[in-house]
């Protein structure tokens, strides 16, 4: 009787679909006007006209025209003719993840403790470009937390806000100078926006 050798069973070869990583912005920047005690906003919520600066406004609308995408909170605006068509994230707890804003195609909704930033950038923009925080608080200071590349501080010096809403939650036990230092990012000089109105701009970068 012949015996045939049998070959060894193998096994079955898999094939995995290797999807490309989710690549959230390139860059993240922050701009903010402040009042002399770390403020943005009065007890309301409101922002005063003393933090209504036009050369700050002027800087602040041309960095949103560079910009691939804004995000903020769901009580904070953007005014400007271009706001209607900027793309944006709306940080908001009322939903659990993600969502596409029922009032507004160039919006998404988006809750950090449901979805990363990759998450939200790829639902929102291409791979890559620039996403410009404009707050409020709680925004910033998710945003501090995950780094910011590079932000723009303006300070009017004249204005006091007691009570306010502060840059960052940590204002005003700490000023914001301090947080953005503590989280790696260095001050350029403070450049003159303003003379009369004692109003400046201090450029953060990592």
């Not at 659990?96 to 950038?121: I, K, M, Q, T």
């Not at 006091?160 to 939650?169: E, Q, T």
């Not at 947080?179 to 000089?189: D, F, N, Q, V």
Request: proline residues 8%; hydrophobic residues 40%; positive net charge.
């Amino acid at each position: 009787m012949t015996h045939v050798a049998r070959r060894p069973l193998r096994a079955p070869q898999r094939f995995w679909l290797r999807l490309p990583p989710m690549a959230g912005p390139a860059r993240i920047e922050g701009y903010a006007i402040i009042s002399a005690d770390g403020m943005i906003a009065d007890a309301n919520g409101v922002q005063p006209d003393a933090l209504r600066i036009e050369a700050d406004q002027k800087f602040f609308h041309q960095a949103l025209a560079r910009s691939d995408a804004v995000v903020h909170g769901r009580n904070s605006r953007e005014n400007g003719p271009c706001a209607a068509s900027r793309r944006r994230l709306i940080m908001t707890r009322r939903i659990a993840a993600l969502s596409r804003d029922p009032h507004n195609p160039n919006a998404v909704l988006w809750n950090p403790a449901g979805a990363s930033l990759d998450e939200a950038w790829s639902m929102l923009a291409p791979a890559g470009g620039t996403l410009t925080v404009i707050g409020g608080t709680e925004v910033y200071g998710h945003f501090l937390k995950l780094g910011f590349d590079t932000f723009y501080l303006t300070r009017a010096s004249r204005v006091r806000l007691p009570g306010g809403r502060p840059l960052f939650p940590d204002v005003p036990a700490r000023t914001p100078e301090e947080l953005l230092a503590s989280h790696g990012l260095k001050a350029s000089p403070a450049q003159i926006l303003d003379t009369e109105q004692d109003v400046t701009l201090v450029v953060w970068r990592r």
